[in-house]
């Protein structure tokens, strides 16, 4: 399998990582290998151990991360995983305002006595890096879920490195086009792969890249031991995903800035949220979650579901969730800015804040 030179841009690792050697006959793209078993004495040996598929999968990201990549079944999976690096009693620094999954995950591990968690604002650096100070772990997501904070990562983990912590950036959000953490100081990133990465609405799937070889050795072990494989079929889809990923949040941003300059003289908008970069923006709708739930039910581009990151523009109510943080406002409505043409997602999404009066 080729390697991407260190050398090459984020476009052409995506484009050229993760090839079959260039031999005669043999394809251009990795196939589905289906195998619960390989014959003996190679290096993969079992099923659950690894995957040509994955490998594929896991070269390109690792490529364009700068670090070694394992895939996993879900982000919730990779998330687990990198959670369980932390000892008995050990603490667990992470944001208000993380993913609502991983706040779970945190939550149901300290009631039953694994970890101690102690959640700050990620944008506030003297109070996160104060924390670190006792941390085993300190859990990153820059910009924040759906608030769309941003933590000055380079600080933060040059701190928490220095007290001993793993620094975990969760990089779901920016993917390693607009931003790659382990070149600011973390040690580990993670993915949640349905979202950019595979980017087409139709996996789920999870990724860890990890800075060192020792990190990588550990991870991959505690993956072969508990069995949060990916499918291979759900690996080649990402992978196949990942050749345009570039192409993908390049327009997705474009799209993303535009409507943001448009939606900000709208009357029916009361606030604007968005960090600058990204495909991700979110609108505090004037009239509260009554008019924020008719927002998303009076639109016929704009698909009212969860998840993001896909070719097609989504948007919700966060709040409509139960585990979403009070903080975030009732009327709070996160966009999944797509890949469409921008002047028809506008006129859809103007028709609809114009009606709610
Ligand atoms: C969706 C998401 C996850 C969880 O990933 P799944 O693939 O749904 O398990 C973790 N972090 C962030 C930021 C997410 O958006």
Excluded: C
């Excluded at 380079?154 to 607009?178: C, H, S, W």
Aim: hydrophobic share 45%; no cysteine; proline share 4%.
């Amino acid at each position: 399998m080729s390697s991407a030179s260190r050398n090459h841009q984020p476009a052409t690792i995506a484009v050229t990582a993760g090839r079959p050697a260039r031999e005669p006959d043999r394809p251009l793209n990795e196939p589905i290998t289906m195998a619960s078993t390989y014959v003996a004495t190679g290096g993969v040996e079992y099923g659950r151990y690894g995957n040509p598929t994955w490998s594929a999968f896991e070269d390109v990201l690792g490529s364009l991360e700068g670090g070694r990549a394992l895939a996993f079944s879900s982000g919730m999976a990779a998330v687990t995983t990198v959670l369980d690096l932390v000892g008995h009693d050990g603490l667990v620094v992470a944001p208000v305002h993380a993913y609502t999954g991983t706040l779970l995950q945190l939550a149901d591990l300290e009631s039953r006595g694994r970890v101690h968690t102690l959640l700050v604002d990620i944008t506030d650096t003297d109070a996160v890096v104060a924390a670190a100070a006792d941390a085993a772990l300190v859990w990153l997501e820059s910009p924040t879920n759906p608030a769309l904070e941003l933590a000055d990562i380079a600080t933060i983990a040059a701190a928490a490195r220095e007290a001993g912590a793993y620094v975990v950036v969760d990089n779901t959000f920016a993917t390693p086009i607009l931003q790659r953490p382990l070149t600011m100081g973390a040690d580990l990133v993670v993915h949640s792969v349905t979202k950019y990465l595979a980017g087409h609405s139709d996996v789920l799937m999870g990724a860890i890249v990890a800075g060192d070889e020792e990190l990588y050795t550990v991870l991959k072990g505690r993956r072969d031991l508990m069995g949060s494989t990916p499918g291979t079929l759900e690996a080649w889809l990402a992978l196949r995903g990942l050749r345009t990923l570039h192409l993908r949040v390049e327009r997705a941003q474009a799209n993303a800035a535009e409507l943001v300059r448009r939606l900000e003289g709208h009357p029916a908008v009361a606030e604007v949220r968005y960090p600058g970069f990204g495909g991700i923006v979110a609108i505090v709708v004037a009239g509260g979650a009554d008019t924020a739930d008719l927002l998303t039910r009076s639109t016929s581009l704009w698909v009212h579901a969860t998840s993001l990151g896909g070719v097609e523009s989504t948007f919700e109510r966060r709040r409509r969730w139960k585990a979403e943080p009070a903080t975030i406002p009732d009327g709070l409505v996160r966009l999944s800015v797509g890949i469409e043409d921008v002047d028809d997602l506008w006129d859809d999404l103007r028709a609809a804040l114009d009606d709610l009066g």
